[in-house]
């Protein structure tokens, strides 16, 4: 780390090689997409591969990135940007082993004694990197950033995407059917869903396909992962935004409204992860959802309009990235 910046150098090596795979594979992927025509629970058989690459190689940098402001305890950030690493790696060679050069269903998938060793394995490989990634949350409370609206981002943003990551753990829970197969003895062919109320596979959004029938968890699973880079990118824009409106020189108010930008993304993934639950497509919502996200809004504007109007004056304010 120089006073000028993050240099490639400095970055978590096993993690940014992550990245770069995922960059290739991501090319690979598009390529697949309009080559091969072929369809596994009837979407595109490269679309899975595609999405994962894009979801796992902008979470990858951004750990390293993340991982490159440690100081207290390095070596043990270093060790669980490894464990990330080659658990999510292991993961994805195995997705597209068992998708693109076997042909078979890879998530849930149970039909044969090989489909449930692989399905244990990537399981297996998202626990430890669900463990890393509960580490890393725990090292960051110990941390001390010049910039305390930023530490607030990176510490709210990484519990955040946790959050997110458990909510994945719900797609490992029979559905009804499936329970029922195994109550009256028998194996069904999978176990798990990302769908709640309704199969995989059916109508969904484009490109995401996110169910437009049911509930989907992939949704706060995608929205909780996805807080490490947004909340982040949020206390980035304020010191940006700080050049232009004096108010926000004040690392109090960046601060307060890290916090508030925090409360209404967690708001915002506890609906999602509501609405699945209960087996609401995201396309469809009821009175009671758009009641908790108007509750929600509702109070993010009002904490925001208090903490710019609410500035204490000190002074030996912090300013932090401004001319």
């Not at 195995?94 to 990537?122: E, K």
């Not at 996805?226 to 050049?243: D, E, K, S, T, Y």
């Not at 108010?253 to 209404?264: D, K, S």
Request: proline fraction near 5%.
């Amino acid at each position: 780390m120089s006073d000028n910046g993050i240099s490639l150098r400095s970055l978590h090596r096993p993690l940014v090689v992550l990245t770069g795979a995922m960059a290739v594979l991501c090319v690979v992927s598009l390529l697949g997409l309009l080559a091969d025509d072929r369809v596994i629970v009837d979407a595109p058989i490269w679309l899975k591969p595609f999405k994962f690459t894009v979801a796992i190689g902008s979470y990858a940098i951004t750990l390293a990135l993340l991982l490159s402001q440690v100081r207290r305890g390095r070596r043990i950030g270093w060790w669980l940007g490894t464990v990330f690493a080659a658990g999510i790696g292991l993961d994805m060679a195995l997705l597209v082993f068992q998708m693109i050069f076997l042909g078979r269903q890879l998530h849930f998938n149970r039909a044969v004694p090989a489909d449930t060793a692989i399905n244990n394995v990537v399981a297996g490989g998202a626990y430890f990197a669900w463990l890393a990634i509960a580490a890393v949350v725990v090292l960051l409370l110990f941390q001390r950033m010049p910039d305390r609206a930023l530490s607030s981002a990176l510490r709210w943003g990484t519990g955040l995407s946790l959050a997110g990551m458990t909510a994945a753990m719900f797609m490992y829970t029979g559905t009804p059917e499936q329970q029922a197969v195994f109550r009256a003895g028998g194996q069904p062919s999978t176990f798990g869903a990302h769908t709640v109320g309704a199969p995989d596979g059916g109508p969904g959004l484009p490109v995401t396909g996110w169910s437009t029938v049911g509930g989907d968890l992939r949704i706060p699973h995608f929205i909780g992962l996805h807080a490490m880079q947004a909340l982040p990118l949020i206390a980035l824009g304020l010191v940006l935004l700080a050049r232009r409106y004096p108010v926000l020189r004040a690392d109090v108010v960046r601060r307060r409204l890290v916090r508030t930008a925090a409360f209404g993304y967690a708001g915002m993934f506890a609906i999602l992860m509501w609405q699945a639950l209960r087996g609401q497509s995201v396309a469809h919502p009821d009175f009671w959802t758009l009641l908790a996200a108007a509750g929600v809004l509702g109070v993010v504007v009002a904490a925001s309009a208090l903490s710019v109007r609410s500035r204490p004056v000190f002074r030996s304010e912090t300013v932090v990235g401004v001319g």
